[in-house]
């Protein structure tokens, strides 16, 4: 594996409301090496969107707070950094594509404005050069007549269009570290298979490491290096997809994989689910396993003891005081 | 926990006696019929669905969208047809018309011996009662000034299904139970639930009119995954044990196949392939329906990189001009002069799979 450009080391992001504290990210720590995709996956309030944002300082602050840990980029905390050096990496060094491209562009600007803004900023570039260059990234991601896109406005793109765009976007500054918030979610399924390989080759022309998050189970399985399953603030297990998803050890890992209907196998082969909903974040104690009112082989241990993230193999971490009772069940998977 | 299949699917809390009185009521009450002798409970001829575009101060019609065109399929009692499709196929057109929810522009439309297209509106009140509707949103779905109680109940006045007030506390009781809500929550608002909760409390209401037949529009989408499972292994038992029929349509092939029987994979107003659900995972015959397959990922890294990956370019044209010919014919990798040309018949190519490509009627 080559060198680690991000660390992230016990992470605590916060958010406070009037009567409650929300841990949306509890202690978390991962690594990011070059040109690697790293994928979080979780449901919606695991804290896996907040774990991302945490990394380019975006948390709004009230009623987010980052209140402790480390996120190291080429060994700089960028915690400690002042706004303006923030600034300046951010969209050059690691930059961003969000969920809803619809809402994430400008509506007033154009779209080759709006690509030459970051381009003009970040790489002091005229405007002119700005806008052919533009023009080529639009081409790289696929957009059809570039040289007439450019000049038009986000509302005659389409879905699809809005999200390459935003990734030309992401692109322009040959970023190092590039942050997908659940990239297709808002896209159909045949754009949305368009769009990640888009992203894909992408990444690996220009050894962007890409850090992917999604609730999507089958996105990871087909992209991911390493995979950081999260439930409630924590990441509860994290490997490579082949480990998490052939091999996976913790409980909540083993009833999501269950818990997605499976193309390639027959019907006959039931669904499994996980009872009851995910926990309210503000709701959890702070020295306990989150998945424990879900989890069948929660015991008293688990309600009053937070479990470690332990090692299960090289790379393959697991944090459940029960993992080695899973086996039954994890044999069970296809 | 998680070790319980979907037959065996139990509910946050236990069934109670009533709930199961109540079901064995209602397994009497359906005709009895052999399963090998299913009865067809809806049929859909050529249903045509056109919305017109208008223009200008006098809202001119200068041309039509036709969401839903020359659409034909049958429904068997206790059965789920499953509608697959990206966004403007018409899938939950196709829904909104078996509902009478809109003025049909052609075709026709058996629900049970009624023809649905000549019911006037006082007489599809009653029809109401035995074809009703759960929809996506679970959050716009239900009037946040009503309490669960009188949501519930709502269907039930209508019909003077109850007499008393006992009768109706017992109806939101069994309602609840059976989708898996404590019946204590009878009193309370949507918006002191969840997502997944609020979309069972929808179903609830749906099944309080003791329906034949339920249309679920994209009923589990705006759902966190486990939820999704949870939600999907309900639908599937309450059909089950009330002998129901469903309309399930989707956008995730994954979880539509899973429920169906049959599945139709739509794709600008047209049905593309229609067949047996395993069959159509195992032998898909159109070229849509293989892309739509290739790009649903699989959750195992071994069983999915092995798969071919079949891109499909570009996006959906336009359904108010749609593309001469062979509707899908602009994104095909297979795509001819005929396909330009002649719209594709659609074909069975044996074992009730049916296919709308020239492709395969050459063959």
Known sequence: ?334 | MIDKKTDAYSLEIGVSDEVKELIDERIEQQPKVEKSARREILRVDNLKMYFPVTKGLFKRTVGYVKAVDDVSFRINQGETLGIVGESGSGKSTIGNCVMRNYKITGGHMMFDGLELESQTPKQMRSVHKKLTMVTQDPYASLDPRKTVSDIILEGPTIHKMYSSKGEARDIVGQMLELVGLNPKFAERFPHEFSGGQRQRISIARALALEPSFIVCDEIVSALDVSIQAQIVSLMMKVQQELGLTYIFIGHDLSVVRHISNQVAVMYLGKIMELTDSDELYNRPMHPYTQALISAAPIPNPTADRARERILLDGEVPSPINPPKGCNFCTRCRFADERCRQEEPEMIDVGNHHLVACHRVAGN
Do not use: W
């Open chain 1, 1 to 334: 594996m080559s060198e680690p450009i991000l660390e992230v080391r016990h992470l605590k992001t916060y958010f406070f409301r009037d009567d409650a504290v929300m841990r949306a990210s509890d202690d978390l720590s991962y690594t990011v090496h070059k040109g690697e995709c790293v994928a979080i996956v979780g449901e919606s309030g695991s804290g896996k969107s907040v774990s991302a944002l945490s990394v380019l300082r975006l948390i709004p602050y009230p009623p987010g707070l980052v209140m402790d840990g480390e996120i190291l980029f080429h060994g700089q905390d960028l915690l400690k950094m002042s706004d303006e050096e923030m600034q300046e990496l951010r969209g050059s060094k690691i930059s961003m594509i969000f969920q809803e491209p619809s809402t994430a562009l400008n509506p007033v600007m154009t779209i080759g404005n709006q690509i030459c803004e970051s381009l003009m900023i970040h790489r002091g570039l005229k405007k002119k050069e700005a806008m052919k260059e533009a023009v080529e990234l639009l081409r790289k991601v696929n957009i059809p007549n570039p040289e007439q896109r450019v000049k038009q406005y986000p509302f005659e793109f389409s879905g699809g269009m809005q999200q390459r765009a935003m990734i030309a976007m992401a692109m322009s500054c040959d970023p190092e570290i590039l942050i997908a918030d659940e990239p297709t979610t808002a896209l159909d399924v045949t754009v949305q298979a368009q769009v990640l390989e888009q992203l894909n080759k992408l990444r690996a022309e220009s050894d962007t490491a890409l850090i992917i998050i999604t609730h999507n189970l089958g996105v990871v399985a087909r992209y991911a290096d390493s995979v950081k399953v999260m439930y409630g603030g924590k990441i509860v297990e994290e490997g490579n997809p082949y480990d998490i998803f052939e091999n996976p050890h913790h409980p909540y890992t083993i009833g999501l994989i269950n818990a997605v209907p499976r193309l390639d196998l027959p019907r006959s082969h039931g669904l499994h689910t996980i009872e009851g909903e995910p926990p309210d974040m503000s709701l959890i104690p702070v020295n306990c396993c989150a998945f424990a009112h879900r989890c069948r082989y929660a015991t008293a241990e688990c309600r009053e003891n937070r479990p470690p993230l332990e090692k299960v193999n090289e790379g393959h971490y697991c944090a459940c005081f029960h993992m080695d009772e899973t086996q039954a069940e994890r044999e069970a998977l296809v």
